[in-house]
């Protein structure tokens, strides 16, 4: 059994990117609920946090390179650090099987739908626990699937219940066929039939879903730019190599003046804000010349000591700066920063000073137009997408998945762009140090792409969008809602059972 709990959980990360073989995101989650059914919470907490240790040990080993390559931590040290990451994400993971096990799964509704429902709610506790990881959520395998009509309605918490549910309503079909229902019993076809058609309105609902304009559309199409510097880690902050990095921005700018839009990595500019001014304006300038816009990453240094925020600023047509509201622990602060700092070199990171900024925050502006900013990590928080989305005609994140170096990790990062624009029905531009750069359609599929560790400069058109989809109206409350109230149905035949064997002693 725990072989098999592992096995399944090992097996969820390659029906998310780059290996795209999205029917094991079902059938992992699938096997994880056979294992819990009518489990002890014990056995519950027991499989699925092996099952958590094969996802999260297969989905974000990546984390070891951060750690090892560019937090110069020794080997076997980063190894161990990998392992408690690993196995903390495990814990967070099982605790909401408790649930299942112990009270959701003692009936077919509860194994069908209740299953689903846990799934959906520890996913959305990752999304907020502790600053949140929310990495390697199933409805990700489904940008390019028939589900994928279902994200503008309910996000990707919304597809993973989806895709989910139709994998276990699958499996009592399958079942209930390989019983020989004896037809009859009118109660078991009806069940049957129903579950027949939950399934065909999983997959033939999204199919028709697909494509939906839902009242959002183009008031205005512009030519944009990326630039992807390429720049190495080792010699991204030193002052030896700043002309090196300056002079490359501005040669693979230079063809791309006649564009509206031009859009720099993360910290493009190696220089702290408030020293860079003769470059800012610099460029600036020439952007206004060219009747154009630059938007780039860059540390802002605020007038309190040690105080710097992750920022993204507009330069000629384009005005604005904002402020990154969700950090990432260790690579831009340290949590128990007291107690951890100065015991390894890890743990001293030269980024890991920043500030979270203020969740009330202005966002970019281009021309009459508006932007909605992400960096880096926010653009994996579906809620924080959407909520700026709304005032905007374009999303653009900036990123730099060098700590990564040739893993998984950017591809999945890049997938999560991808559900963003499908979310939201709008055109994602995603510019990075070191790849993966490109433009996302609001459907969610891939304009153009660059090619990763090359220096190089894409161009492509997008269009400004206004409208909202329902999942900008309503976000998460719908799947929420409904997660925790079949939650909450599936447990009333237990209850009823256990008040059924009480024995009343007479007086």
């Known amino acids: 059994m725990c072989a098999l709990a592992l096995v399944a959980g090992i097996i969820v990360p390659f029906s ?36 958590g240790l094969g996802l999260y040990g297969a989905g974000v080993y990546w984390v070891y390179g951060a750690i090892h390559d560019f937090g110069y931590t020794a080997a076997p040290l980063a190894v161990v650090m990998t392992v408690l990451f690993v196995t903390f994400l495990a814990i967070v993971f099982a605790l909401p099987f408790y649930i299942y096990g112990r ?38 395998a489904h940008v390019n699937t028939w589900l994928a009509g279902w994200a503008p309605l309910f996000g990707v918490l919304g597809v993973s219940f989806i895709a989910i549910a139709s994998g276990t309503v699958a499996t009592v079909i399958i079942v209930d066929c390989l019983r020989f229902i004896n037809p009859q019993k009118s109660a078991q076809m009806i069940r049957l039939f129903i579950f027949l058609l939950l399934f065909i309105g999983c997959w033939g609902g999204g199919y028709a879903l697909y494509g939906n304009s839902w009242k959002t559309h183009p008031e205005k199409t512009i030519s944009a730019a990326i630039v992807q510097p390429n720049i190495p880690l080792e010699v991204k902050w030193n002052p030896l190599y700043r002309g090196f990095t300056l002079d490359i921005l501005r040669e693979h700018t230079e063809p791309h003046w006649n564009k509206d839009l031009i859009v720099w990595p993360e910290a493009a500019v190696p220089i702290m804000y408030n020293e860079a001014g003769d470059f800012l304006d610099e460029i600036s300038d020439l952007a206004s010349e060219h009747n154009s816009a630059v938007i780039t990453g860059i540390l802002y240094d605020d007038e309190k000591p040690r105080t710097y925020y992750n920022a993204i600023t507009g330069l000629g047509n384009a005005s604005g700066l904002y402020f990154k509201k969700r950090l990432v622990p260790f690579g831009e602060y340290v949590p128990l920063e007291n107690l951890l700092r100065g015991l390894i070199r890890f743990f001293d990171l030269p980024n890991s000073i920043i500030q979270a900024g203020p969740w009330e925050q202005e966002i970019l502006q281009l021309g009459d137009y508006k932007i909605s900013p ?53 055109y994602v531009i995603r510019s990075t140090n070191t790849g993966i750069s490109g433009f996302i359609d609001p459907l969610g599929q891939v304009s153009l792409l660059g090619k990763q560790f090359n220096r190089e400069s894409i161009s492509h058109s997008v269009g400004l969008i206004s409208g909202y989809t329902p999942y900008m109206w309503w976000g998460n409350f719908p799947v929420l809602f409904f997660a925790f109230s079949i939650s909450i149905l599936s447990c009333f ?6 008040q059924r064997s009480v024995v009343h002693l007479p007086d």
């Open 16 to 51: 998310l990117a780059p290996y795209n073989i999205w029917l094991l995101g079902i059938i992992g989650p699938c096997t994880l609920a056979i294992l819990l059914r009518n489990k002890s919470g014990k056995q519950s907490i027991l499989y699925s946090f092996i099952f």
């Open 103 to 140: 009270f959701v799964s003692t009936t077919v509704l509860g194994y069908a739908f209740g299953f689903a429902a846990i799934w959906c709610l520890g996913e959305w506790t990752r999304t907020w626990f502790l600053t949140g990881f929310p990495w390697l959520f199933v409805g990700y």
């Open 374 to 426: 992400s960096i880096c990590y926010e653009i994996v928080y579906p809620d924080l997408v959407s909520d700026m989305a709304k005032d905007a005609q374009l999303l653009i994140t900036i990123s730099n998945d060098a700590w990564f170096g040739d893993s998984i990790g950017p591809k999945q990062h890049f997938q999560m762009a991808q559900m963003r624009a499908l979310e939201n029905h709008r």
């Open 493 to 498: 035949p237990l209850v009823l059972r256990q």
